[in-house]
């Protein structure tokens, strides 16, 4: 029995040094790589029942709108539609550049971007309050 609370101990020190980890500060894209990586692109990511299929529309750094696509445009239902904005903004003492998205009364996240690339593909977006990494599918058309 004691060593299962012992196990339980050191499991539970791990996870919480796990989920306080810092995001990267090192190989994080630049604000001109986000902004030529996510202009005119969908972000799309899935996290437990909660998904993303977002068009970054615009291609200044911001602020510019972000539409989740629903189930389309011509959808009579569930249209696609603006949901909030997105603004790109330099890294301040020593903190990478970063990506904050503002929801409105839906909150407010900050995100620094992994890797630092410009191509279509799968990035780490670290949100810089939580220090928690979400998996995002950049794509050139909905997910």
Same mark, same amino acid.
Not at 48 to 56: A, F, R
Not at 100 to 128: D, E, K, R
Not at 135 to 143: D, E, L, P
């Given at each position: 029995?004691?060593?299962? !609370?012992?196990?339980? +101990? *050191?499991?539970?020190?791990f ?10 500060? #090192?190989?994080?894209?630049?604000? *001109?790589?986000? @902004?030529n990586?996510?202009?005119? @692109? $969908?972000?799309?990511? &899935? @996290? !437990? ?12 750094? !911001?602020?510019?709108? &972000? ?5 389309? /445009?011509t959808?009579?239902v569930? /249209?696609?539609? *603006? &949901?909030?904005? =997105? %603004?790109?903004?330099? !890294?301040?003492?020593g ?5 904050? =998205?503002? =929801?409105? %009364?839906?909150?407010? =996240? #900050? $995100?620094? &971007? ?7 593909? +799968? ?8 220090s928690?990494?979400?998996? *995002?599918? +950049? ?5």
């Amino acid at each position: 029995m004691k060593s299962i !609370g012992v196990l339980g +101990v *050191v499991l539970f020190a791990f996870i919480a040094n796990q989920a306080i980890a810092a995001c990267p500060t #090192t190989g994080t894209a630049s604000r *001109v790589d986000m @902004r030529n990586l996510l202009s005119g @692109r $969908y972000a799309c990511a &899935v @996290r !437990g029942n909660e998904t993303w299929d977002e068009l970054h529309q615009g291609t200044s750094f !911001g602020p510019s709108n &972000v539409q989740d696509y629903k189930k389309g /445009p011509t959808d009579p239902v569930d /249209p696609s539609e *603006v &949901v909030g904005t =997105y %603004t790109i903004n330099n !890294g301040t003492a020593g903190a990478p550049d970063s990506i904050a =998205y503002n =929801y409105g %009364t839906g909150g407010s =996240y #900050t $995100y620094v &971007v992994t890797p630092a690339a410009q191509t279509l593909g +799968v990035y780490s977006f670290c949100n810089t309050a939580t220090s928690v990494a979400i998996s *995002v599918t +950049v794509a050139a058309a909905h997910c």
